[in-house]
């Protein structure tokens, strides 16, 4: 009868039927499960919260207690203690969906942007064809990007990665003139980091300065003689001039 009043939504009434069952000796971890849903439902994340345990005591290899309790930890913003919940849900469920979703999500609460990837990677490979996977993986993939950015820009803030990066992005911008500025400056913090005198290279050639671009891909096989690409652009640049 509360499993049914539960699913016809008629929440007050699905809760004293399982109190009732509580009453009568029915202290089975599905009864408590049902009762943490209920109060999850309706917005009582501390009962809710209680129900799940109690149910993980009885039970503790219920899988979808522990990933209900992971959502109502969030909601009450113990994210560590979340963390901790889901992480065992997917010991016990790893082809569970849900699991990897709600560990995502507090993940991204925490700042984990490693974990947050990882996790999206997996729903990605359960289900290659699910479009929501593939977008959030990719913004996944966004964040882990900026918080790369930040985490250089602190702990190298003069550093030839820094400035790499800034080159690139006001690349992106259609800042060029800019953008070669701070290759530059990446250059000139590190003469032997790869791949800089290549980008300069590159913007040389589309500005048609072919003495410049030539000068910058000599540079960088000097670094990497190994090269392909530096090879492929030293072709072109021969090429055209």
């Known amino acids: 009868a509360g499993v049914a009043a539960e699913k016809s939504g008629h929440l007050e009434e699905a809760e004293k039927d399982f109190l009732d069952v509580l009453q009568q000796g029915g202290n089975i971890a599905f009864v408590h499960h049902n009762l943490g849903t209920i109060y999850q439902q309706q917005g009582d994340h501390v009962r809710a919260i209680a129900e799940f ?27 560590p203690d979340a963390i901790r919940e889901l992480q065992r849900a997917v010991e016990l469920a790893p082809r569970e969906p849900s699991v990897h979703m709600e560990l995502a999500k507090a993940y991204e609460l925490s700042g984990a942007a490693f974990g ?3 996790e999206y990677q997996i729903l990605t490979a359960l289900d290659p064809a699910n479009p929501e996977y593939t977008y959030q993986l990719g913004r996944a993939y966004m964040n882990l990007s900026k918080w790369c950015i930040m985490e250089i820009r602190q702990r190298g803030p003069d550093s030839s990665r820094r400035y790499e990066t800034l080159a690139e992005a006001l690349m992106g911008q259609g800042q060029t003139e800019r953008a070669i500025h701070f290759f530059q ?27 410049d671009a030539r000068r910058e891909i000599e540079q960088e096989l000097t670094l990497v003689p190994e090269s392909v690409a530096a090879k492929a652009l030293q072709q072109q640049i021969a090429a055209k001039h």
């Open 185 to 211: 400056r990446a250059g000139h913090a590190d003469p032997k980091l790869p791949g800089i005198h290549l980008a300069l290279a590159q913007i040389y050639l589309q500005q048609n300065r072919p003495e």
């Open 116 to 118: 947050v990837v990882k």
């Open 53 to 79: 345990r109690e149910a993980i005591h009885l039970q503790p290899q219920l899988a979808p207690a522990h990933i209900l309790l992971g959502a109502s930890l969030m909601a009450t913003h113990k994210i």
